[in-house]
């Protein structure tokens, strides 16, 4: 084999190994995105203390910064005033929550448009 052959065959497979990886993160439930990406600063439970974020229980739909008892920051307020979280602004918020209100104290971003969709998939199914 000539070097570039073999380094062609090993780019080919640790691509199969990427490959793998996207699509065991696409299969995985919604529930299961949720706890692995968000649970670590939301709450979904009823009546849940509050984490880092707010609780997100039947969020889909709701009035933004609607929780009683959270201190959302100025930004969140000024940029999301009046706004309700339809799944469409929910996407935006998810891939990136700088550009939808900037200097918004959550630190997230999730380019994967399937992971996403799961996720709010299964923010819809909790009430
Ligand atoms: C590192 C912590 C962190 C992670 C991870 C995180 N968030 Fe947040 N989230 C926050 C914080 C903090 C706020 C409040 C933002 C503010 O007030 O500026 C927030 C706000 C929100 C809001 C607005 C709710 C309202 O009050 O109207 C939604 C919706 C949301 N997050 C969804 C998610 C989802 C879904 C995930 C997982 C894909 C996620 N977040 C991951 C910290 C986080």
Not at 38 to 50: E, G, L, N, Y
Not at 80 to 108: C, F, H, I, R
């Amino acid at each position: 084999m000539l070097p570039t052959q073999k380094t062609f065959a090993i780019a080919l497979g640790f691509a199969a190994v990427l490959s793998a990886g996207v699509a065991s993160a696409q299969s995985a439930s919604g529930e299961d995105l949720f706890k692995q990406q968000c649970a670590a600063c939301h709450a979904i439970q009823k009546d849940a203390p509050q984490g880092m974020g707010p609780n997100l229980l039947g969020v889909v739909g709701r009035p933004a910064g609607a929780v009683a008892g959270f201190p959302h920051s100025k930004e969140f307020k000024t940029a999301l005033k009046g706004k309700s979280w339809s799944p469409e602004l929910l996407d935006k918020w998810l891939e990136n929550p700088q550009k939808v209100a900037k200097g918004t104290y959550m630190m997230y971003q999730q380019p994967d448009a399937g992971v996403r969709s799961a996720i709010i998939e299964y923010l819809k199914n909790t009430k």
